[in-house]
């Protein structure tokens, strides 16, 4: 049931589902911040390499791509090895559900 004081909720998730894909994207978080051991993208460093993961619909696989220069609001990693290995620690379905795919 809908109700009007959702919005005023902000720590709680109205549906099942935005609980299980909040959980989800905490686990992707908490894998990302351990394996990449205290490293963070430098978004004023246009040389480095920031790694994340998307999933390629026409194919059906994840895939890992490197940014330089926009942070697109996902989660980074300081390489593409690391970016493969979170995929391997939490599974496609929790990075699907962490993606909203």
Not at 74 to 90: H, R
Request: charged share 20%; hydrophobic share 40%; aromatic share 14%.
């Amino acid at each position: 049931m809908k109700t009007s004081l959702g919005w005023r909720l902000p720590n709680a998730a109205p549906t099942e589902h935005q609980l299980q894909k909040l959980l989800a994207l905490n686990k992707l978080m908490n894998v990302a911040y351990y394996l990449n051991d205290g490293w963070e993208p430098d978004w004023n460093n246009g040389g480095q390499e920031k790694f994340y993961i998307y999933y390629n619909s026409a194919v059906k696989t994840f895939n890992i791509n490197a940014n330089f220069y926009y942070n697109n609001g996902v989660i980074y990693f300081k390489s593409k090895e690391i970016a493969k290995q979170a995929i391997q620690i939490l599974g496609e379905e929790t990075i699907k559900l962490a993606l909203g795919i």
